[in-house]
C-alpha cells in the first residue's frame, strides 16, 4: 500500500510541476532547453505509470474494502464514463463547444473518471488511487484558471461543431469498446455487473 502511496505522490506530482515547482521548471527548461525537458518529462512520466500500475497490482492484493456501493451505481458510473470519454476525445481535437464550454475538457475527463469509480469501487487500494487523481484534478483546475486570470494561459478559441460531433462518435465507440472487451482485457475487471 505504501509504495501505491509513493508512486502516486511521484506520477501525479511530475503533473503537477508547473503548479508547485514552477521557477525549478523554468530555470531547467532554460538551462537544458524546452526540447530536453518534454523528454525527460515524457520519461519520467512513463516511469512513474509504470510504477503506479506495479503498486496498484501489489495493492489488489493485499488492501480491504472500505464500502460496498449497491449494484445500480455501477451503472450510473458506467453513464460518468461515457460522458469522461467524450470530454476525453473533444480534448484531443480543434475546440468545439465542448471544449469551449468545459474549458479543460482533459482535466474535466480525469475528473469525472475518477468520481464515477470511486463511486462503483469500495476497496481501499481503489478509493486511494481516484481519489488522488480527483485530487489532482482539482488542483490542477484551479491552477489553470489561476494562470488564465493572470494572462498566462490563453485558451483556443471556438473551431466548429463538427468536432463535438467527432467527439461524441469517436468518445462513445471507444466506451463501447471498454464496455465490451477493453476493460476486463486491460484491468482485468468486468465494468458492469453481467
Given at each position: 500500500m505504501l509504495l501505491l502511496v509513493i508512486s502516486?505522490?511521484?506520477?501525479?506530482g511530475i503533473h503537477l510541476t508547473r503548479v508547485i515547482a514552477p521557477g525549478w521548471r523554468a530555470?531547467?527548461?532554460?538551462?537544458?532547453?524546452?526540447?530536453?525537458w518534454k523528454l525527460g518529462y515524457?520519461?519520467?512520466?512513463?516511469?512513474?505509470?509504470v510504477l503506479v500500475v506495479y503498486a496498484f497490482g501489489q495493492a489488489r492484493q493485499v488492501t480491504g474494502i472500505l464500502y460496498t456501493?449497491?449494484?445500480?451505481i455501477a451503472h450510473l458510473s458506467s453513464l460518468l464514463m461515457l460522458v469522461a470519454m467524450i470530454c476525453l476525445v473533444a480534448s484531443?481535437?480543434?475546440?468545439?463547444?465542448?471544449?469551449?464550454k468545459t474549458k479543460h475538457p482533459m482535466v474535466l475527463s480525469v475528473k469525472i473518471w475518477a468520481l464515477a469509480h470511486l463511486l462503483a469501487?469500495?476497496?481501499?487500494?481503489?478509493?486511494?488511487?481516484?481519489?488522488?487523481?480527483?485530487?489532482?484534478?482539482?488542483v490542477l483546475r484551479i491552477a489553470l484558471k489561476r494562470r488564465?486570470?493572470?494572462?498566462?494561459l490563453v485558451r483556443k478559441p471556438f473551431v466548429s461543431a463538427r468536432y463535438d460531433a467527432a467527439a461524441v462518435v469517436i468518445g462513445t465507440v471507444v466506451y463501447l469498446l471498454f464496455i465490451w472487451r477493453l476493460h476486463v482485457w486491460l484491468i482485468g475487471v468486468q465494468p458492469l455487473p453481467i
Open positions: 502516486l505522490i511521484l506520477f501525479l530555470s531547467v527548461i532554460a538551462a537544458k532547453g524546452e526540447r530536453a515524457t520519461l519520467a512520466s512513463i516511469a512513474t505509470l456501493p449497491p449494484v445500480w484531443l481535437m480543434p475546440p468545439g463547444h465542448i471544449a469551449t469501487n469500495g476497496e481501499t487500494f481503489s478509493v486511494i488511487l481516484f481519489v488522488a487523481f480527483l485530487a489532482w484534478g482539482v488564465e486570470r493572470n494572462g498566462e
